[in-house]
């Protein structure tokens, strides 16, 4: 079950501040991918804005998929994790990211593209 937004970003706290050990047992792969998968989004928003283009649903979702991916890379080197733990990871992270992305563009505005200039960025990314 992929994570929605609270628990993403919880887990995305967690990592960039280091409240945890290293392959600490309670920061699994799926605490992993949630903070992967945040980020991910955060780093796409960001970009995506930035440019102001519009671009279709499935193309926004494999370049956060990618990014997500290279997240849970990230993570699993700064944090210790073994091989195992990174591919669960990275399945669990395009789950979630694909699943967030549809609870707030696809199901939360009807959106038939992923618009930039149209909608406003996932709650929460302002923090950051």
Same mark, same amino acid.
């Given at each position: 079950?992929?994570?929605?937004?609270?628990?993403?970003?919880?887990?995305?706290?967690?990592?960039?501040?280091?409240?945890?050990?290293?392959?600490?047992?309670? #920061?699994?792969?799926?605490?992993?991918?949630?903070?992967?998968?945040?980020?991910? #989004?955060?780093?796409?928003?960001?970009?995506?804005?930035?440019?102001?283009?519009?671009?279709?649903?499935?193309?926004?979702?494999?370049?956060?998929?990618?990014?997500?991916?290279?997240?849970?890379?990230?993570?699993?080197?700064?944090?210790?994790?073994?091989?195992?733990?990174?591919?669960?990871?990275?399945?669990?992270?395009?789950?979630?990211?694909?699943?967030?992305?549809?609870?707030?563009?696809?199901?939360?505005?009807?959106?038939?593209?992923?618009?930039?200039?149209?909608?406003?960025?996932?709650?929460? #990314?302002?923090?950051?």
């Amino acid at each position: 079950m992929p994570y929605g937004w609270d628990d993403s970003e919880q887990q995305y706290q967690r990592a960039q501040n280091g409240d945890f050990e290293n392959h600490e047992a309670s #920061f699994g792969h799926e605490a992993l991918a949630g903070a992967a998968s945040f980020g991910a #989004f955060k780093f796409f928003e960001d970009r995506q804005r930035k440019e102001g283009k519009p671009i279709s649903h499935q193309f926004a979702k494999e370049l956060l998929v990618g990014l997500a991916g290279a997240e849970v890379d990230k993570l699993v080197e700064t944090k210790g994790l073994d091989y195992i733990d990174r591919e669960k990871a990275k399945r669990h992270a395009k789950e979630n990211v694909e699943h967030l992305y549809d609870e707030h563009y696809v199901r939360g505005h009807g959106a038939d593209q992923y618009d930039p200039n149209q909608y406003g960025p996932p709650r929460g #990314f302002d923090r950051y």
